[in-house]
C-alpha cells in the first residue's frame, strides 16, 4: 500500500488498520503514488484527506484506468471533476482493480464500526 506520509508512523490509522497491507510506503505527491499503482509497484492507494483538488488526482486517474486499476472514493463512489471549487471531498481509494472491491468493503466496515 501507498499512502502519504503519516504525522505518527508508529500509529496506523484506522484505514490502514482496516486494510492490513503487508507494508506501506509513504512518499509525496498523489500523482506519484497513483502511478505506482498504474504501474504495479504498489497495489492500493489511501488518501484521507478531508479535501484536496481535482489537479491533485486527475491525470494519476487516467493512468490507473488505462493500466486496468479502479480509482474512487473511500465509499466507492464515482469521483465528479469540475464542482465548484474543484474541490474532491469523499477521499481516494486507487487499487490494482483486483483488490478494489475488498479495500472498499474493509474501509465501509471500518468506518461503520
Known amino acids: 500500500m501507498v499512502q502519504s506520509r503519516s504525522r505518527n508512523p508508529d500509529k496506523p490509522s484506522p484505514q490502514v488498520q482496516a486494510l ?3 507494508r506501506v510506503v509513504e ?4 500523482g506519484i503514488k497513483l502511478a505506482m499503482i498504474a504501474r504495479g509497484e504498489a ?20 493512468l490507473v ?11 466507492g463512489q464515482e469521483l465528479r471533476y469540475g464542482l ?4 474532491q471531498r469523499h477521499g481516494v481509494l486507487a487499487s490494482n482493480g483486483k ?5 472498499a ?7 461503520s464500526s
Open 20 to 22: 492490513q497491507p503487508a
Open 27 to 30: 512518499t509525496y505527491s498523489a
Open 43 to 62: 497495489d492500493v492507494y489511501l488518501n484521507t484527506y478531508a479535501a484536496f483538488h481535482d489537479w491533485d488526482i486527475c491525470a494519476g486517474q487516467i
Open 65 to 75: 484506468d488505462e493500466a486496468g486499476g479502479r480509482v474512487t472514493g473511500l465509499g
Open 84 to 87: 465548484p471549487g474543484a474541490w
Open 99 to 103: 483488490l478494489h472491491n475488498v479495500a
Open 105 to 111: 468493503e474493509a474501509l465501509a466496515s471500518n468506518l
